[in-house]
């Protein structure tokens, strides 16, 4: 006889980004009840498991009204919920646990996990999540009602009653399995996290004529057809998954960069620009307490839902003599509440002089120790900072300054340092120094350069190799070197960041065409190369 199924679909009112959200409309019916039809469109029993408190009545009332059953529980244990629902179950069979704000998974998908986790015969099975042939929102676990009551009688942390699983994955291993048929749905989003994701979502389901039968990969294609999302950005190995086109946000916080005519963004250029790192699907955003506003308004966009898509970089304060490990946690405590997080995937010190002051790398290494940053590093101008700082294994994070006519690290003891330490994320800026490269005889250069004479022989060069632009030619030398995990490029608007990120995906020069370019182009002046030394 083969186990029963139940699925249990976790729902509530509080929800601390989108208050309410599941009673929210989508195709002329609140939300929870749409995530429960579907889950159940295949003939499996779908359970609601809401809390006890008076403000969840109404999404009871509204789930009777709809035909749904419902079970209730305490609100802040979740996982006693889900006990309460698998009553009358027997141990070995299966309760698949669904959420509200995700509409997508359909009968099918529970049929399949289920199939799944008979198939492997443990007793935990999950889908979704990071698996990048899934959209965000496609998910759902299974696990036996046994191993549902041996984790209710033995966790006891609220981490793991509130999520319900943790204590299962880490008993019984996490087993992660896929859905057949699945399409490029890479970075797609089909959640209802926030407003936009709700307004997305709606307007694409009010069109589906039946919108509780249709076939999960038919929404998925809908939603993909929907949306602005350009192809995934290349990303190499990194351990941070950064993709190799960063967006450098100091020209949100202040006017920036030689070739910057329009000053400091307004609020809906900054919201453009912001839209365009999720429409390209970088990864990162590099910022620094030293940035004016940039944090602050980064944090703006991050609580209204940019951080599902992008993590954040940040640096320290530059630090003045005597100032030392306070000062930096005095810092990073700033930049965390401006940024509105309690963790971060990098933190750098501005100068890499600071690394070396009084407890700062200590003080650093600690974040990566208690969860606070995945990785921490220095900013850096120099190639022999660059050596000191790989040397010191609490760095897992450096940013230089690297471009088409700087050769200094491309020296055999740099390239020696850095294949010791393939594991650091290497971040370039400068790529087009400051601007002056893409723009040419249009900007201002430095007294120390004569503009009009690079530019023609980057111009050359662009012709010689069939590049698109000099940004192409500056991007393509850059990326053609295997120890560049990423460049970081600022914005102004929304059509830079889109620009740039096209010509990210374009190939990088082979190593051959490397050295045309150093054959064409000499190498600028460090007085040049160096934008920290221009006055």
Known sequence: MSARVQVVL?????SSRLPGKALL???GRPMVVLAAQRAGNAGHPVLVATSDQPEDDVIAAACAGAGVAVVRGPLDDPLARFVLAAEGLADEDVVVRLTADNVVPDGDVVGQLVAALAASGQQYARLGGDDPALPYGVAAEAFTA?????????????????????????????LRTSLSGTGDWSGLRCTVDTFDDFVALARVLGGVADPVGADWRALCDLVGAATDLRAPLPVRDNPL???????GTVQL???????????????????AVLAAVRRNRITHLDTARGYGRSEERLGAALRRGLSEHASVVTKVLPLTDGQGAD???????????LLGTSSVAAVLTHRAADWHRPGVADELAGLVADGTARVVGASLST???LVALLADPRCGYVQLPFNVLDRRWLAPEVQEALAARPDVVVTVRSAYLQGLLAAGTAARWPAVADGAAITATLDRAVEALGRTSRADLCLAYVLAHPWVTSVVAGAENAAQVDDTAALVHRPPLTAEEVALVHDLVAPGPLALVDPSTWS
């Open 10 to 14: 976790q729902s509530r009112l509080s």
């Open 25 to 27: 409309s989508v195709a």
């Open 146 to 174: 046994g191993l549902l009551r041996a984790a209710d009688a033995t966790a006891t942390s609220a981490f793991e009653r509130e999520h319900v699983t943790p204590w299962m994955r880490e008993r019984e291993g996490d």
């Open 241 to 247: 998954g950064q993709s190799a086109l960063v967006l």
């Open 253 to 271: 916080g202040v006017p920036y960069g030689a070739a910057n005519t329009g000053g400091l963004p307004t609020d809906a250029e900054v919201a």
């Open 327 to 337: 000062a930096a946690r005095a810092s990073i405590a700033t930049s965390l509440r």
């Open 383 to 385: 190639p022999e900072e």
